[in-house]
T-cell receptor, first 117, second 113 residues
């Protein structure tokens, strides 16, 4: 299967610990997105990369959150000093950039479920 | 700014009955519209999308949605549902020139035998 993969699928951590999630997009996709989904809500946009450049960040992404895509392939999302409010499903998506922005389909990974105790 | 409102959080329906999942959006610019489906323990999958042209769009598994610009709606319909359609359905919008997708809160469709 050559879809978007995320690792780990589940993470339980204690409040105050740091966690890092990995996303591997579909190989030829140049755009990568992170979303967060809490219970009973739809996904909320966090950040977006075109190749290795982080082009947009949501105000939801506090200083404790950082995302990287060092070689324009896989991406990592790190949360420092986790809080209980960070408990959510973290989704990654990728797309192949079209000439007309916004047209292309975003393919989602299965998500990483974070539980902060 | 854009927003999406899914008017029903849960829709229970009997198998082979018709169903409509309602979605209204708000935007000051032109948008693309999407419906995504999330089956239990699976990732989000694109069900159908409206980009331009015909206001009625269809998916391969019998769902259809109609873009109504005057009512700013994009309701999802299926004339006869199956047990396997049980899932959560998300309506979403994206600027025609942007990358950020705004999702509604979701509608849980529960098909009963």
């Amino acid at each position: 299967d050559t879809g978007v993969s995320q690792d780990p699928r589940h993470k339980i951590t204690k409040r105050g610990q740091n966690v890092t999630f990995r996303c591997d997009p579909i190989s030829e996709h140049n755009r990568l997105y992170w979303y967060r989904q809490t219970l009973g809500q739809g996904p909320e946009f966090l950040t977006y990369f075109q190749n290795e450049a982080q082009l947009e960040k949501s105000r939801l992404l506090s200083d404790r959150f950082s995302a990287e895509r060092p070689k324009g392939s896989f991406s990592t999302l790190e949360i420092q000093r986790t809080e209980q409010g960070d408990s959510a499903m973290y989704l990654c998506a990728s797309s192949l950039g079209a000439q007309l922005a916004g047209l292309e389909e975003q393919y989602f990974g299965p998500g990483t479920r974070l539980t902060v105790t | 700014a854009q927003s999406v409102t899914q008017l029903d959080s849960q829709v229970p329906v009997f198998e082979e009955a018709p169903v409509e999942l309602r979605c209204n959006y708000s935007s000051s610019v032109s948008v693309y519209l999407f419906w995504y489906v999330q089956y239990p323990n699976q990732g989000l999958q694109l069900l159908l999308k409206y980009l331009s042209g015909s206001t009625l769009v269809e998916s391969i598994n019998g769902f259809e949605a109609e873009f109504n610009k005057s009512q700013t709606s994009f309701h999802l319909r299926k004339p006869s549902v199956h047990i396997s359609d049980t899932a959560e359905y998300f309506c979403a919008v994206r600027n025609t020139g942007g990358f950020k997708t705004i999702f509604g809160a979701g509608t849980r469709l529960f098909v009963k035998a």
